[in-house]
């Protein structure tokens, strides 16, 4: 019954290095998103997907790369790691647009 | 003006209390309505999900919710120390994507 999983837990990059927030579902939903939460912000939508093959950008996309090859995965890219992009950051997915949504535990990223 | 507003707290409350957490939303067209309850460097966790108008009830949790005034309320019967966590209302649907409020944070005091 795992959910959405999403790894690693946490990471520290340094300014200008990339790395991938890998996430993965086992309860074969359409949508998946991924959110950033800042302290005192709540949740941002960085990027969000319908199905295989279908990305689309959220509210704060720049800096953040998508893709969705299978119906489980959505990795999330971050090609220049910049200080403004340390935050939590939280995969999750719905069946439909709009519907309760499961998430997984988060990646705590620090860009040093 | 955001689509879901959520006063931010901190909440403190003793032990037992009745705890009130609130939310209003201005896209009439959601129709779907949520509770989240976030623990301190923990994922979100789904706590109450309720269709339209109306209110539910899942143990020491009701939610309710008041289209008309575009209102949600989420109460806490019996309040207890492990409910001390972060809780985010979250509406959508209608065509919409998933709105969440900022959150509210609640203690809760022995």
């Known amino acids: 019954n795992a959910g959405v999983t999403q790894t690693p837990k946490f990471r520290i990059l340094k300014i200008g290095q990339s790395m991938t927030l890998q996430c993965t579902q086992d309860m074969n939903h359409n949508y998946m998103y991924w959110y950033r939460q800042d302290p005192g912000m709540g949740l941002k939508l960085i990027y969000y997907?319908?199905?295989?093959?279908?990305?689309d950008k959220g509210e704060v996309p720049n800096g953040y790369n998508v893709s969705r090859s299978t119906t489980e995965d959505f990795p999330l890219r971050l090609e220049l790691a910049a200080p403004s992009q340390t935050s939590v950051y939280f995969c999750?997915?719905?069946?439909?647009?709009?519907?309760?949504?499961?998430f997984g535990q988060g990646t705590r990223l620090t860009v040093v | 003006q955001k689509e879901v507003e959520q006063d931010p707290g901190p909440l403190s409350v003793p032990e037992g209390a009745i705890v009130s957490l609130n939310c209003t939303y201005s896209?009439?067209?959601?129709?779907?309505f949520m509770w989240y309850r976030q623990y301190s460097r923990k994922g979100p966790e789904l706590l109450m999900y309720t269709y339209s108008s109306g209110n539910k009830e899942d143990g020491r949790f009701t939610a309710q919710v008041d289209k008309s005034s575009k209102y949600i309320s989420l109460f806490i019967r019996d309040s207890q120390p492990s409910d001390s966590a972060t809780y985010l209302c979250?509406?959508?649907?209608?065509?919409?994507?998933?709105?969440f409020g900022t959150g509210t944070q609640l203690k809760v005091e022995l």
């Open positions: 896209n009439s067209a959601f129709q779907y």
């Open positions: 997907s319908v199905g295989a093959g279908i990305t």
């Open positions: 979250a509406s959508g649907g209608g065509g919409n994507k998933l709105t």
């Open positions: 999750a997915s719905s069946q439909d647009r709009g519907t309760e949504a499961f």
